[in-house]
């Protein structure tokens, strides 16, 4: 018995992703007033409306809709990702929006500052500099790893294994899209092969796959 087709595939882990994630849907960024304040604040990353996916719990906001409905295979990698992000929300719940924004969100201790506090604190401006994050590497790197697979579980060999982790890295972590989060790239190269090794042994992993490959 074969797999079932990325259509049909796409149409079963999106139907998962609602019996896991109450209240689940797929929103068009261009028509959330919240989306075009984050494209502006947003700056350092040019194409954050228009070639990127964003997770705000329980919606993902895709840059319009219909949304890839010729390329399944690039939507299931992309929701796969995003479920990831979901799940680890639903669980970890408000402390995942802390790590995600750490160290930048403590720059909001500035604000003592002007509560006739030391003025010192007003050098928790400095957090908005581009520092890394490792709370935020961490977390997307969850969500990278389930791309990586997904794409693997389809492509097989045609998959450049080495080319396709470094634009992630390069663009994703020592890039501006995520704010310069984790430039250390010889780190996070072993990290993604390590774990693609032993992807079927990651129990996200094994959820999502186990949707692609049962009729």
């Keep these: 018995m074969g797999f079932p087709s990325p259509e049909v595939a796409r149409k079963k882990l999106e139907q998962h992703i609602k019996k896991q994630i109450p209240g689940f849907r797929i929103e068009d960024k261009r028509?959330?007033?919240?989306?075009?304040?984050?494209?502006?604040?947003?700056?350092?990353?040019?194409?954050f409306s228009t070639g990127y996916v964003t997770t705000?719990?329980?919606?993902?906001?895709?840059?319009?809709?219909?949304?890839?409905?010729?390329d399944h295979v690039a939507a299931i990698a992309t929701l796969a990702h995003e479920y990831v992000h979901l799940k680890d929300r639903k669980r970890m719940w408000l402390f995942?929006?802390?790590l995600?924004?750490?160290p930048q969100n403590l720059a909001t201790f500035a604000l003592l500052g002007a509560?006739?506090?030391?003025?010192?604190?007003?050098?928790?401006?400095?957090?908005?500099?581009?520092?890394?994050?490792?709370?935020?590497?961490w977390?997307?790197?969850?969500?990278?790893?389930?791309?990586?697979?997904?794409?693997?579980?389809y492509l097989k060999d045609k998959l450049d294994i080495g080319k396709y982790v470094n634009s992630i890295v390069d663009r994703n972590f020592?890039?501006?899209a995520y704010y310069w989060m984790f430039p250390f790239r010889r780190y996070l190269l072993k990290k993604f092969y390590n774990y693609h090794d032993r992807r079927r042994n990651v129990l996200e992993v094994q959820e999502i796959l186990e949707i692609l490959e049962n009729n």
Aim: with cysteine.
């Design 31 to 47: 028509k959330s007033p919240l989306m075009r304040l984050l494209s502006k604040l947003l700056f350092f990353n040019k194409t």
């Design 56 to 70: 705000l719990y329980p919606k993902v906001y895709v840059p319009e809709l219909p949304w890839r409905e010729k």
């Design 96 to 98: 995942f929006n802390f």
């Design 100 to 102: 995600y924004l750490f």
């Design 115 to 137: 509560f006739g506090n030391s003025p010192l604190w007003y050098l928790c401006l400095l957090f908005l500099l581009p520092m890394p994050s490792p709370t935020r590497a």
């Design 139 to 153: 977390l997307e790197f969850r969500g990278y790893r389930m791309t990586l697979a997904v794409w693997a579980f």
């Design 174 to 176: 020592a890039g501006s």
